[in-house]
């Protein structure tokens, strides 16, 4: 399993991303701490300098693990599930952007928030037809790229829609393809799910991706979690994908970034 930090530019303070500013900065900052690779998360990927980041992570030896996309619903409110069918458009168009620069990165892509809400839950089936809908036509991108689609699992006070691990893999079997894997976050799963480490063992097949923060979503090892019994069951299920760090930034970037991979690698 490799390690991925988080970065991101231009994002409020309550945003858990760990290192901010810019990007070709960031992938040094990881680099020299001794992270394997960076998650960028960015509003809109045509705003990247995808040769200069490139470029940077060759010289640095590192790789981008994946594209987050959340921010394209937390600034433009770009959702699969939004009511107005132009503003869905507009999220797939924005997630066939993403698909595409991350074939240019070899990274993945997670869909978390762009998911969406149900905004009307007596017509939660119409709902989910819409995720469903636009889903289709980004995996059909995805597999012409070569690119991994990472659905993530979020807790209920931020949608209400694949808030657990088990409802994910359920909405994934209408999806007959090799370019979609769940993605969970040990902060979510801390809410949603009854035993942590059944969940994981339960994802075995269909999990691709992992977001690491403890209980209180700061850097592990400053909360409640048992990583070291987590980081145990990923090894004997021979998950080998990325543990990436999407955290609160406290007390500063540099030092949760720095206290993360520490108290990572002596479990590893």
Not at 107 to 132: D, H, L, N, P, W
Not at 212 to 217: G, I, K, M, V
Not at 236 to 252: F, H, S
Request: proline share 3%.
């Amino acid at each position: 399993m490799k390690l991925s930090v988080s970065i991101a530019q231009n994002v409020p303070d309550s945003a858990p991303f760990i290192l901010r500013g810019p990007y070709i900065e960031n992938i040094k900052k990881a680099a020299e701490l001794g992270y394997d690779a960076v998650e960028i998360h960015v509003r809109d990927p045509r705003e990247l300098e995808v040769e200069q980041i490139l470029k940077a992570c060759q010289e640095e030896g590192v790789t981008v693990s994946t594209l987050g996309t959340g921010l394209g619903y937390v600034v433009d409110k770009l959702s699969l599930t939004h009511p107005d069918v132009k503003t869905r458009q507009e999220a797939v168009k924005r997630l066939l952007d993403h698909i595409e620069v991350a074939s240019y990165l070899g990274a993945g892509v997670i869909i978390g928030s762009m998911r969406g809400v149900i905004a009307e839950t007596g017509q939660f089936k119409k709902y989910e037809a819409y995720a469903a809908e636009g889903l289709a036509v980004c995996l059909e991108k995805a597999r012409k790229c070569g690119v991994t689609v990472f659905l993530e699992a979020i807790n209920r006070y931020e949608t209400n829609f694949l808030n657990t691990a088990a409802e994910t893999l359920n909405f994934l079997t209408r999806f007959n393809t090799l370019h979609l894997k769940v993605h969970l976050d040990t902060f979510h799963m801390n809410i949603e799910e009854v035993d942590l480490d059944e969940t994981l063992k339960k994802t075995r097949e269909a999990l691709g991706h992992i977001h690491f923060a403890d209980s209180n979503r700061f850097y592990p090892g400053q909360g409640h979690l048992d990583f070291k019994k987590i980081i145990a069951t990923l090894k004997n299920m021979g998950y080998e994908g990325y543990i990436a760090l999407e955290c609160l930034p406290y007390p500063t970037p540099e030092e949760a970034a720095a206290g993360a991979l520490r108290y990572l690698k002596s479990l590893l």
